[in-house]
């Protein structure tokens, strides 16, 4: 397994072997495959950050994500979620599979 | 380092957020011209509502063969969420006015994402949207020329309804 990206709190793997990628979230080690890595970048992407610095929309400033059709839930705090964003956006650059933002969450 | 995203997905993931967008494009023309549908039925514009009953199932039909694509491609497809559809209108002119310039941001939608395929080498996307040029010239061309008929004919009573008559035997 090779370490592809790390960020404060997480790390990115991917396993040549499985042809799979990990995720090292601290409380746990997440396997995706690619269109799983696929759904949790759309997913992480679509996060409206600037609602967690408005108390009307989020006034815990928490995320709720779920993975791997829901074998995985997270809540994150808001220096999570950016960190996430940071760890997808570093690891699909070094992929060679970045792209800008998805339009859809335009 | 093997490329495992190249393994998966035989199209680049911008062209794939771009198709997602082009999914949401289509899926809300589908529903926007439902609503002009239901606008003319409710009017007396029979044939104007069966013309615009058949747009709307020729957008979902787009919207279907790019969702495919990219399903087929190892791709996302993500299935759209249609907000904010215009209901109100104040003549049968003013529908058709609204169905050309929606063609017309269809049509450059579909000229972004080939030029963008173009520049990323993604000749596959590009071959697959060919269709969807020639097709979107057919549209504009549709809806333009049922603009001319108000032109020719008028914009009175017995006009809209011999317009209305024409729209329905085309």
């Known amino acids: 397994m090779e370490r592809i990206y790390s960020t404060q709190y997480y790390t990115f793997f991917q396993s040549d072997k499985e042809r799979c990628f990990y995720i090292d979230l601290g409380q746990k080690v997440v396997r995706l495959s690619f269109c799983q890595l696929l759904a949790l970048r759309q997913k992480v992407w679509s996060i409206n950050i600037e609602n967690h610095f408005d108390d009307d929309f989020n006034p815990h400033g928490l995320e709720i994500l779920s993975l791997c059709n829901k074998e995985h839930l997270f809540v994150l705090n808001t220096l999570e979620v950016l960190d996430l964003k940071e760890l997808l956006t570093g690891s699909l650059f070094l992929l060679d599979i970045a792209a800008q933002t998805p339009s859809l969450t335009a | 380092m093997k490329d495992i995203a190249r393994q998966q997905m035989s199209i680049k993931v911008e062209s794939m957020d771009m198709l997602n967008a082009q999914i949401q494009m289509e899926g809300k023309a589908s529903a926007s011209y439902l609503a002009m549908a239901s606008w003319c039925d409710q009017r007396g514009y029979n044939g104007s509502a069966d013309f615009m009953y058949a747009q709307a199932a020729e957008e979902r039909e787009h919207m279907m063969k790019i969702f495919k694509f990219v399903n087929d491609c190892g791709g996302n497809a993500q299935s759209p969420e249609i907000e904010n559809i215009n209901h109100d209108f104040s003549s049968l002119e003013e529908v058709y006015e609204t169905a050309l310039s929606q063609e017309i941001d269809v049509t450059k939608s579909i000229n972004r994402i080939v030029a ?33 008929l108000f ?15 024409r729209i329905s035997a085309e």
């Not at chain 2, 080498?121 to 809806?143: A, H, P, R």
Request: glycine share 6%; no cysteine; hydrophobic share 40%.
């Open chain 2, 116 to 148: 963008s395929a173009k520049k990323n080498s993604d000749f596959g996307v590009e071959n697959f949207l060919q269709w969807f040029i020639t097709e979107q010239l057919e549209e504009e061309k549709t809806m333009r020329d049922i603009l001319d």
């Open chain 2, 151 to 165: 032109e020719l004919m008028g914009r009175d009573g017995i006009a809209l309804k011999l317009i209305d008559e």
